[in-house]
T-cell receptor, first 117, second 116 residues
């Protein structure tokens, strides 16, 4: 069965600290996608990144970086030099059947990140 | 860039009433998805459509139905509303791999439904 675990329910940091959000997934498929979404207090779900199961390269986008390790079934997200605007709920998600249209996203429970000034 | 449009943004209904939520996908996107997010919870998948055909089905109650129209917009119909249906309802759209897309789901702003 497919499952996404975000063990950290809440994290609080002070501005300029680095923070890593953990994500562990379970799937029996060899082909799948992993995602991170951000949900700020305003409520919308903002797409951050998509990673194909065949692509284990780490990715960096500005202050954001992602570490995908198939050996440990993890897809962790690091924010460098955090800012107050990073305060949000962050969801990790998994999609199996990568070549089938309309496949559901399975979300983790989310990690609430609070960044104080 | 154009985003997913959902209407209405807020809706208040009484128990046992019906509600219709609308979703207009990003232009050229052929797949739409519906999710329900209760307070403090993660989004739960309800149903999806690809090229106007139901593609995947999740934990959608029998009281709910949905369809995708010829212009690719979708509607979620909810009948016999219950207090527990109060939630944020998201629509998402994607361009399918069969159409050269990546299946990344882009979400609309959501419809906040309150059932009294």
């Amino acid at each position: 069965a497919q499952k996404v675990t975000q063990a950290q329910t809440e994290i609080s940091v002070v501005e300029k600290e680095d923070v890593t959000l953990d994500c562990v997934y379970e799937t029996r498929d060899t082909t799948y996608y992993l995602f991170w979404y951000k949900q700020p207090p305003s409520g919308e779900l903002v797409f951050l990144i998509r990673r194909n199961s065949f692509d284990e390269q780490n990715e960096i986008s500005g202050r954001y970086s992602w570490n995908f390790q198939k050996s440990t079934s993890s897809f962790n997200f690091t924010i460098t030099a955090s800012q107050v605007v990073d305060s949000a709920v962050y969801f990790c998600a998994l999609s199996e059947a990568a070549n089938q249209a309309g496949t559901a996203l399975i979300f983790g429970k989310g990690t609430t990140l609070s960044v104080s000034s | 860039a154009a985003g997913v449009i959902q209407s209405p943004r807020h809706l208040i209904k009484e128990k046992r009433e019906t509600a219709t939520l609308k979703c207009y996908p990003i232009p050229r996107h052929d797949t739409v998805y519906w999710y329900q997010q209760g307070p403090g919870q993660d989004p739960q998948f309800l149903i999806s459509f690809y090229e106007k055909m139901q593609s995947d089905k999740g934990s959608i109650p029998d009281r709910f139905s949905a369809q995708q129209f010829s212009d690719y917009h979708s509607e979620l119909n909810m009948s016999s509303l219950e207090l527990g249906d109060s939630a944020l309802y998201f629509c998402a759209s994607s361009l399918g791999v069969h159409t050269g897309g990546e299946e990344t789901q882009y979400f609309g702003p959501g419809t906040r439904l309150l059932v009294l």
